[in-house]
């Protein structure tokens, strides 16, 4: 994978937490932000397949790929959430992507 480089500017307070986590961790600044986002952005994947779930918008396999998880691991996630997600249309095509 090629990394890029970025950079952004933060508030002090969350530089503080910042340098709280990397000491925690022994990481250095740019692994901790590295490992930050990379958490932050899989629970954002999740958080939105579970929201077009929700809407009608996409069907569990669909969510389970945009948050990148298996299907069995996303129909957990589904419960733990408590996200209502059956819907007729979208148990027809669900049960299509089985077969």
Known sequence: MTEV????RIPEELEKELEDYMKTEHLEKSTAVRKL???????????YALKLLAEGRATV????????MDVWSFVAKIK???????KDRIVEKDLEDFK
């Open 61 to 68: 396999s669909k969510a389970a790929e945009i948050a990148g």
């Open 80 to 86: 733990d959430s408590k996200t209502p997600w059956i």
């Open 37 to 47: 986002l990379i958490k932050s952005l899989q629970e954002w994947r999740e958080e």
């Open 5 to 8: 480089p970025i950079s952004a």
